[in-house]
C-alpha cells in the first residue's frame, strides 16, 4: 500500500539542520509504512535509507513545494522546513485527525528553539496568548472561518505546522510554484481551507527555529528594505490573482495593499495616512471589508511607537469621522 502521508521537506542552500529535520521524522511513533519523507533540495545531499531526494534547479520555496507534491504518494502532505523540527507523535497525531475527521488542513502548534536548540519560552507565551481563543481539536467549519475571517489577522502560520490534503492544493499549484517564501504558509493555508472543514489543534508539534543571523532587516540606511517592498509587491500581485479563485483572498488582498501602500514613502507615519485614505476610498461601500481593514489599522498601529500612536490615532479618527 501507498504511504498515507507525504512530509516534504524543502532544502536551499543550506545543510546545517537538515539531517536532524530528517532524523526527527524518521524517529516518529507512527509505523514507518505509512508515510514517506520526500527531500527536495538544490544542494548535494547524501543518499539516506528511507529518504527519497529529488534534486531540484528551482531555488523558490513554493517551487520546491509543488515539485515535492507532484513526487509524493500520499493522500495527506505535511511541510517540514530545512531547520524545523518534529515532534516525535506529530504524524501520528496528523494521521488519526485525517482518518477521524473530513477536513483539508490540519495545523498544530510549536515551540520555539534558537540555533542551539534553546527553548525560547518567552515566545511562546506571546503566541499563546494572542492564538488561545482559535484553537480547537474539534474541526471548525468553513462558514465559521469565513465568518470570523475578520480575527484571523491575529493567527500567523507556520509551514512546519501545516498538513493539507493533497487534492485540495492540486488545482492551485501553478499559483504557488513561483512563490519565494513570504506569505506560502498563508497561501497554502487558505487555498486548503476554501470551502472545506480544517482543525487548528492546541497540541505543541513542531519545533520552530528562530534564526538571530538571517532575519531581514526592515530599515537599511533609514530607509524601509528594498526587498521587503519587492516581496510585498510581488505578494498583493499573487492575492490579487487568487482573489478570482478564492474569496479569501479578496479580503487578503486589502491587508497587502495597506502595507505595500505603506511602504511607498520614507515617511512611515505620512505613508500610513496616505494608505489609510486610499484604501477607503476602495472599501468605502463594502462593509465588511472595512471592518476587516479597520482590524488591520488597529493591530498595525499598535506595533508603532507610542508617540506615533497617538498621533495616528487622532488623525485617523478625525479622518473616518469625515469619511
Same mark, same amino acid.
Given at each position: 500500500?501507498?504511504?498515507? %502521508?507525504?512530509?516534504? %521537506?524543502?532544502?536551499?542552500?543550506?545543510? +546545517? *539542520?537538515?539531517?536532524?529535520?530528517?532524523?526527527?521524522?524518521?524517529? +516518529?511513533?507512527?509505523?514507518?509504512?505509512?508515510? @514517506?519523507?520526500?527531500?527536495?533540495?538544490?544542494?548535494?545531499?547524501? @543518499?539516506?535509507?528511507?529518504?527519497?531526494?529529488?534534486?531540484?534547479?528551482?531555488?523558490?520555496?513554493?517551487?520546491?513545494?509543488?515539485?515535492?507534491?507532484?513526487?509524493?504518494?500520499?493522500?495527506?502532505?505535511?511541510?517540514?522546513?530545512? &531547520?524545523?523540527?518534529?515532534?516525535?507523535?506529530?504524524?501520528?497525531?496528523? *494521521?488519526?485527525?485525517?482518518?477521524?475527521?473530513?477536513?483539508?488542513?490540519?495545523?498544530?502548534?510549536?515551540?520555539?528553539?534558537?540555533?542551539?536548540?534553546?527553548? #525560547?519560552?518567552?515566545?511562546?507565551?506571546?503566541?499563546?496568548?494572542?492564538?488561545?481563543?482559535?484553537?480547537?481539536?474539534?474541526?471548525?467549519?468553513?462558514?465559521?472561518? /469565513?465568518?470570523?475571517?475578520?480575527?484571523?489577522?491575529?493567527?500567523?502560520?507556520?509551514?512546519?505546522?501545516?498538513?493539507?490534503?493533497?487534492?485540495?492544493?492540486?488545482? *492551485?499549484? &501553478? =499559483?504557488? /510554484?513561483?512563490?519565494?517564501?513570504?506569505?506560502?504558509?498563508?497561501?497554502?493555508?487558505?487555498?486548503?481551507?476554501?470551502?472545506? &472543514?480544517?482543525?487548528?489543534?492546541?497540541?505543541?508539534?513542531?519545533?520552530?527555529?528562530?534564526?538571530?543571523?538571517?532575519?531581514?532587516?526592515?530599515?537599511?540606511?533609514?530607509? #524601509?528594505?528594498?526587498? %521587503?517592498?519587492?516581496?510585498? #509587491?510581488? +505578494?498583493? +500581485?499573487?492575492?490579487?490573482?487568487?482573489?478570482?479563485?478564492?474569496?479569501?483572498?479578496?479580503? #487578503?488582498?486589502? &491587508?497587502?495593499?495597506? =502595507?505595500?501602500?505603506?511602504?511607498?514613502?520614507?515617511?512611515?507615519?505620512?505613508?500610513?495616512?496616505?494608505?489609510?485614505?486610499?484604501?477607503?476610498?476602495?472599501?468605502?461601500?463594502?462593509?465588511?471589508?472595512?471592518?476587516?481593514?479597520?482590524?488591520?489599522?488597529?493591530?498595525?498601529?499598535?506595533?508603532?511607537?507610542?508617540? %506615533?500612536?497617538?498621533?495616528?490615532?487622532?488623525?485617523?479618527?478625525?479622518?473616518?469621522?469625515?469619511?
Amino acid at each position: 500500500m501507498p504511504p498515507y %502521508i507525504s512530509v516534504i %521537506i524543502p532544502v536551499y542552500n543550506r545543510t +546545517q *539542520y537538515v539531517n536532524e529535520a530528517i532524523d526527527s521524522v524518521l524517529n +516518529q511513533t507512527l509505523d514507518k509504512g505509512k508515510y @514517506e519523507i520526500v527531500v527536495v533540495t538544490n544542494v548535494d545531499l547524501p @543518499e539516506r535509507d528511507g529518504v527519497k531526494i529529488i534534486k531540484s534547479k528551482d531555488l523558490t520555496l513554493g517551487g520546491k513545494v509543488v515539485e515535492g507534491t507532484l513526487n509524493s504518494e500520499g493522500e495527506v502532505i505535511s511541510l517540514l522546513e530545512d &531547520d524545523d523540527l518534529f515532534s516525535p507523535n506529530k504524524l501520528e497525531v496528523v *494521521y488519526n485527525a485525517f482518518k477521524r475527521y473530513s477536513i483539508s488542513l490540519f495545523h498544530n502548534e510549536m515551540y520555539f528553539i534558537d540555533e542551539k536548540e534553546n527553548r #525560547i519560552e518567552d515566545l511562546e507565551r506571546k503566541r499563546e496568548e494572542t492564538v488561545r481563543k482559535y484553537l480547537r481539536e474539534e474541526p471548525m467549519s468553513y462558514t465559521f472561518l /469565513k465568518k470570523n475571517l475578520i480575527d484571523k489577522i491575529k493567527l500567523s502560520f507556520n509551514n512546519s505546522s501545516i498538513s493539507f490534503r493533497k487534492d485540495t492544493l492540486s488545482p *492551485y499549484l &501553478d =499559483y504557488i /510554484k513561483g512563490v519565494k517564501h513570504l506569505g506560502l504558509d498563508t497561501i497554502i493555508f487558505f487555498l486548503t481551507a476554501y470551502k472545506n &472543514d480544517i482543525s487548528l489543534s492546541s497540541q505543541k508539534l513542531t519545533y520552530y527555529r528562530v534564526h538571530t543571523s538571517n532575519v531581514s532587516k526592515f530599515f537599511v540606511d533609514g530607509k #524601509i528594505n528594498d526587498k %521587503i517592498i519587492r516581496d510585498n #509587491i510581488e +505578494q498583493y +500581485q499573487l492575492y490579487d490573482k487568487l482573489k478570482e479563485v478564492n474569496e479569501f483572498f479578496k479580503i #487578503i488582498a486589502y &491587508d497587502s495593499y495597506l =502595507y505595500m501602500r505603506i511602504f511607498e514613502e520614507e515617511e512611515y507615519s505620512t505613508s500610513f495616512m496616505k494608505a489609510l485614505e486610499s484604501v477607503l476610498g476602495i472599501v468605502r461601500e463594502d462593509f465588511r471589508s472595512a471592518i476587516r481593514f479597520y482590524t488591520s489599522i488597529r493591530n498595525l498601529i499598535a506595533l508603532l511607537p507610542k508617540p %506615533i500612536r497617538k498621533r495616528l490615532a487622532v488623525e485617523i479618527a478625525k479622518r473616518i469621522s469625515l469619511s
